[in-house]
């Protein structure tokens, strides 16, 4: 299974700024940095509300608690 890296972000809009799994090992995008983003039964919101398009599918799920992960532009 993959694991969620930076790697994710390469050819991603401008205006992602994090990314997560949840635990169905799905990784999503967020506009928002993972600070603002919450975790409730396996699976990561942004605290208002909107939607967030699916980023990759088959990554590791096992620890998606702690997958967050915010975009590094250099």
Request: proline content about 4%.
């Amino acid at each position: 299974m993959k694991q969620l890296t930076q790697a994710i972000f390469k050819g991603a809009p401008n205006w992602v700024k994090s990314a997560a799994v949840n635990s169905n090992g799905r990784a999503y995008f967020y506009p928002v940095e993972k600070s603002e983003l919450t975790f409730s039964q396996g699976f990561w919101f942004m605290n208002y509300g909107a939607y967030s398009p699916l980023a990759g599918i088959d990554f590791d799920g096992t620890d998606c608690k702690n997958s967050a992960i915010d975009r590094e532009f250099n």
